[in-house]
């Protein structure tokens, strides 16, 4: 982490919040971010809603009849929790207050920036391509549960082969084009486009392995897929 600059991180819900709360895993990640916090660096967190959004989700379903509005706010909120406690956990490094509208982010200068969801229809995927353009960062590190992105989904097919290098033209033939709430994909299709066209580079990895995104950091050899 020699040079001095802001990286643009979107943690995974799946991370944060797997089934209850992944203390061990957010006691690590923030050992790893103020260790580059003391070297100069500086990060902006923009976080997902993790089992927290489904679980509401589900119950929303059981009870009534929802719009797509209505379920995203849902997600929305709880990523929006998940950026309280984010902002809790570094409180001695970040700014007061969480970005939650990437069009309008703050004029922040402290070492760490939390964002979370903004409105429906807008994934936290498409946030933090905003939040890149906003910060003039070239790239965009999304952490979630996966080590790489597949050429199809590894859950249903055995032959799943992974991916580290893809354009984003392939890569946009693997997500299609529609975006849902809820939708599991490595990252959505309105992103997607927009990263296209902004020539932003997206690198998906596995955020569970921290060494691995130390690696990246330090600008070694890591296990992941760069998009772009």
Known sequence: MSQTKRYIISLGGSLIVPDE??????????????????????????????????????????????????????????TRLNGHLLRTIFRKYAHRRIITNPNKPEAATEAVIIAAGYRPGWS??????????RYKASVVLNLSNIDYVYDKNPANHQDAKPIKQISWKEFRKIVGNKWDPGLNLPFDPAASRLAEKLKLQ??????????NLKNFLSGKQFKGTVIG
């Open 21 to 78: 709360i992944d203390q061990k895993f957010l006691r690590g990640f923030k050992s790893l971010i103020e260790s580059g916090i003391k070297q100069g660096n500086k990060f902006l967190l923009i976080t997902g809603g993790g089992r927290t959004s489904r679980r509401y989700s589900e119950a929303a379903k059981a009870l009534g009849d929802l719009n797509h509005d209505d379920l995203d706010w849902l997600g929305i909120h709880a």
């Open 124 to 133: 936290t995927d498409y946030d933090a391509v905003l939040l890149a353009r």
């Open 202 to 211: 997206v690198v998906v990895m596995n955020g569970k392995k921290l060494d």
